[in-house]
């Protein structure tokens, strides 16, 4: 029984050594982990205390420019860096109330142009989740006054490419995604978002000179590399090219092995080659990973 009791401990005591390492990364990790959620907590109540004492300050001074432009700001963090989702739309709506209630008190128009900047982005925001084209008009303007004004920033022509992407003007998106890139060269999210963009174009073959270019990138994000990849093999069946399609299709599953798209490309690839127990195996697939998938059951 002792010796029992010995060798159980003496396995312990292997085991703690070899994953010691392992053991000691975790706990910093967790360590870590636990003070950056404590001081976001702490960042987050004291912008809700922020927000609360400037309300009363503009309940005694309504027109005080500054700090409408304070808490227009306040609410835009909130945007790009939502806690919840759902209270997205809350926060766009208020960034849009107080940066236009700014823009309206600003006679001589000196107000910053970052704000025309951050209330475009808002109201593209808005409207992606509310799928509604009003919003996009109100975006163009806000975004474009922001240029006209002397803003050039890449993050403005990115999301004036977005707008102008959901809204099928393709070339106007290109030529905006384009300006972005300028400013930040290399950067595999704006070249991607252009390869796409011919692509939704029917620009085939500019689709897949920009997607082998993002694929040249590097450190790129398993995401992009998957889209890329994707969107390869949709080019290349438009091309007619099945052995291109076949690859990328796979390489997509290589990353994802879940992934419904690729899945979906590689059935329509093997329905045209004639493989229609190989394309009915892929659809079957499809519809286990997703039952109310109307496309793969037909």
Not at 148 to 171: A, M, P, S
Request: proline share 2%; aromatic share 14%.
């Amino acid at each position: 029984m002792i010796y029992k009791v010995k060798r159980k401990i003496k396995k312990r005591i292997t085991w703690l050594n070899e994953n010691k390492r392992k053991l000691l990364f975790f706990s910093l990790s967790l360590g870590l982990l636990i003070t950056l959620t404590c001081l976001y907590l702490y960042k987050c109540k004291r912008d809700n205390e922020k927000i609360e004492n400037i309300k009363k300050i503009l309940l005694k001074d309504p027109t005080n420019i500054e700090k409408c432009i304070e808490l227009g700001d306040l609410f835009y963090k909130k945007v790009i860096n939502p806690t919840d989702e759902k209270d997205l739309i809350r926060y766009t709506d208020e960034t849009i109330k107080y940066y236009r209630k700014a823009i309206a008190l600003d006679k001589e128009e000196l107000i910053d142009p970052i704000i025309f900047s951050r209330l475009g982005i808002a109201y593209f925001k808005k409207s992606r989740e509310l799928n509604g084209s009003y919003y996009y008009v109100e975006a163009i303007q806000n975004l474009e006054e922001a240029i006209n004004r002397g803003y050039n920033n890449y993050e403005t022509y990115l999301y004036l490419g977005h707008v102008y992407f959901k809204n099928d003007i393709f070339d106007k998106a290109i030529l905006n995604y384009e300006n972005a890139l300028k400013m930040k060269s290399n950067d595999s999210n704006i070249l991607f978002n252009i390869a796409w963009t011919y692509k939704s174009k029917g620009d085939y073959r500019k689709a897949m000179e920009k997607f082998n270019q993002v694929l040249e990138q590097r450190n790129l994000s398993p995401k992009i590399r998957l889209n890329t990849h994707l969107g390869l093999g949709e080019v290349f069946y438009y091309l007619n090219s099945n052995e291109e399609t076949l690859k990328h299709c796979q390489k997509v599953l290589d990353i994802d092995k879940n992934s419904i798209k690729g899945r979906y490309w590689l059935g329509k690839v093997y329905l045209r080659m004639g493989k229609f127990k190989k394309a009915k195996e892929e659809w079957k697939k499809i519809f286990k990973l997703n039952p109310t998938d109307l496309k793969s059951k037909k």
